[in-house]
């Protein structure tokens, strides 16, 4: 016997779970422009992380800043999908 899926929800397979937004382009930027100061941790929501990145940029006088520029391009070159799942939902802190 074959059932058939209602029609109004046949694009939306689960509408009772709400999709998270995917920060990808958001933290890519920011890492790029102000990483310096872990801003891009914040929006992930790695507070422990940004106040690691705050801490090593004065202590180095800016030079730890290169960790976060690559970073941003990381984030900017990995797809959605794979972006979400590693920073996002498996919450992958560095690298």
Not at 40 to 55: M, P, V
Not at 62 to 88: M, R
Request: with cysteine; charged share 20%; proline share 5%.
């Amino acid at each position: 016997m074959e059932t058939t899926r209602p029609t109004e929800d046949w694009n939306n397979p689960n509408p009772n779970v709400p999709k998270e937004e995917n920060k990808k382009i958001l933290a890519g930027v920011l890492a790029l422009l102000l990483g310096s100061i872990g801003v891009h941790k914040f929006i992930l929501g790695y507070t422990k992380e940004g106040i690691i990145q705050i801490i090593l940029s004065v202590v180095t006088c800016g030079i730890a800043g290169i960790v976060p520029f690559i970073e941003g391009i990381i984030y900017l070159t990995k797809s959605d999908e794979e972006f979400y799942n590693t920073y996002q939902l498996n919450k992958r802190a560095w690298f």
